[in-house]
């Protein structure tokens, strides 16, 4: 994916457009992460993403692993979500998860967790989630072990992941 360039002209810093792209958000910018190894889920994939599952959406509990900028969970909660968990590892990605969501204004509807998304959902109990959404980073198979998990344990009515395209 080509992102443009930072804005400060920083030689070799990337940083992509994040976008809320509809709901009560829709317009407004988040701020991207700032580690280039962390890529947030383009406008596109989201947007395509919340099309599928909007239906479910309306007053839904929903689950943004591996969050990053928290674009995915925030996304839902503007299009009307009930409230949206985090789970983030990343100090630094959490902190700006926190960020983002006070830009928007979510108040308490926007929960923050630093764990590790697998064992996050190693505790979770079948449909404690209507809505998941997976970003994990390409190539680890943490996608895979995620997926396995749901099929032992669906702990989220609808789950999509994110993935390198084949």
Not at 106 to 123: M, N, P, Q, Y
Not at 124 to 141: E, I, Q, R, S
Request: aromatic share 8%; net charge negative; charged share 25%.
């Amino acid at each position: 994916m080509e992102w443009p360039l930072d804005p400060s002209g920083a030689p070799g810093r990337f940083s992509p457009s994040v976008r809320i792209v509809a709901g009560r958000w829709r317009g407004r910018r988040i701020e991207p992460p700032s580690d280039e190894r962390t890529r947030p889920t383009g406008d596109r994939v989201r947007e395509a993403w919340m099309s599928i599952v909007n239906p479910s959406l309306a007053g839904a509990r929903v689950l943004d692993l591996f969050s990053g900028s928290g674009a995915l969970g925030l996304e839902a909660l503007s299009r009307g979500a009930e409230v949206a968990d985090f789970v983030e590892l990343s100090p630094k990605n959490l902190e700006l998860i926190r960020k983002n969501a006070d830009t928007l204004g979510t108040g308490g509807a926007a929960v923050i967790h630093r764990a590790d998304a697998l064992a996050f959902v190693e505790k979770l109990t079948p449909h404690a989630y209507d809505v998941a959404f997976a970003d994990p980073p390409y190539d680890l198979g943490l996608g895979v072990k995620l997926a396995e998990r749901w099929l032992d344990v669906p702990f989220a009515d609808i789950l999509g992941i994110e993935h390198r395209s084949s």
